[in-house]
């Protein structure tokens, strides 16, 4: 591949109220408070915060904080998390950076609390290929509130050479928890399967999921070696116990910083292109597995466009999005959706409890000229489900270029249809993210334009004015997405995190 580039703790009175009206949205999974222990704010990656202060008139007024002094030790790639712990008065933000060193801070001030080094980044120069030098911690860790520990991979560069090493630290002070790290490719191996960390790198979000967290794999940039696809599971009580789902092809790698996506007990996944393989063999993907990661040769639970092995040819993965579970109303009870967005310009929606097969999607479009390789959000306006994502759209109702936020209206029908509602003025490569003030009120979309206008713009989610723009960031990644408090809008950045209030 050439590009690739949680919850709530103590309720809180201020949103009890969007929350109880929230629970008749047709959408699925929200990050209910200000907590965010997990990327795009909850495990179904819906990237949608209630945020009852931040109104579209609001929104208008935000200002970044420049009070706000968090220094950040090392180029960041994962996006930041806060979280509340019991019983303190202000919350804490968690950052990890390719130097291999987790930071937390208070959230009002920006005062260092606690840095961790976890080992020695890897150096590019030691690997077959790639793009990201020093290689560290790229995937966004999870925080576990049962444990008060922060979970992460790390690339460490050890004296016999790269290793993939899964830590758990303190979120108090940054200590190792006992049993802490597990080697990948050791512990894979005591089960007899092979796992080569110098070709494989990490840049899916990790997820938590009933005492067991998921780590999922991909290749380098420049698809070097005999890289796969892997999702690799670790009980939290048994560091020993693993799990895992290898793609039986070369390639195949789950790129998205978004990863893993959960629905109840269900977890979905998106693999990339796959080298050499002259039939089907997992690679440009859908996949819905258990806990327990066990493959099924049953349709209804993979998904492959027909046209697989020209996707292959080209290097149009679909592994370069994460699906996003979606709930649309309509007759007879809605529909249960995935949506996934491929490198090809393609949105296709499947059947979330049967996904059909190889050529087995409900609808697909081509809505953009050009790769979709970031993570979308979805949110609701009337009884229609909105989905906005980066990349230049091929049906903008605004003419004109530097349109590189597409947002799709999906409609259950009869018959089922996906069309392009809007498009974003702004130029950049952030994953956006939605707030509302009660669940359904004032959608706004923000996006980062990562490595373009480099500003934070908001729009209305349902007609696209743009409501904000900020002053030029420096230091931002592509990989970036904003996270929402109850009073701050967070931005990680080198070197820095920006706090913006309002």
Known sequence: MNIRSVFSITARAAVMAGLFAFAFSPLHGLAQDSSVLTYHGDNSRSGRYVVPGLSWENARSVELD????????????????YWRPPGTNTGMVFVATEDNIVQAFDAMTGRELWRRLVGRPVRASSLPCGNINPLGITGTPVIDPATAAIYFDAAVERENGAHHEVFALSTKDGSVLPGWPIDIADALQRLGRQFDPRVQNQRAALTLLDGTIYVAFGGHFGDCGNYHGWVVGISLQDQGKLVSFETRARGGGTWSPGGLSVVGHDIYFATGNTLGASSWNDGESVFRVGADLRRSEDKRNYFAPSDWKALDARDADLGGSNPLPLDVPGAG??????????????????????????GGQLAAETVSRSWIITSP????????VF????????????PGRGHDLIVVKIAAGPPLMLTTAWCGALRGRGSPVATTTDGHSNPTVWMLGAEGDDRL??????????????????????????????????????????????
Request: overall charge neutral.
């Open 66 to 81: 420049r009070a706000f002094d968090a220094r950040v030790a090392g180029s960041m790639y994962a996006q930041p998390l």
């Open 457 to 502: 713009h908001a729009f209305r989610g349902d007609t696209g004015e743009e409501i904000f723009a900020s002053e030029p960031l420096s230091g931002l990644r592509r990989f970036q997405t904003v996270i929402a408090t109850q009073d701050r809008l967070y931005v990680g950045a080198d070197g820095r995190i920006y706090a913006f209030r309002f």
């Open 387 to 398: 989905v906005a994502f980066q990349a230049p759209g091929t049906h903008c109702p605004q």
């Open 377 to 384: 959000t979805a949110y609701a306006v009337g009884d229609d």
């Open 333 to 358: 009870g809605g529909r249960a959706l995935i949506l996934a967005l491929g490198k090809d310009g393609k949105a296709y929606l499947l059947d979330r409890n049967d996904l059909g097969g190889i």
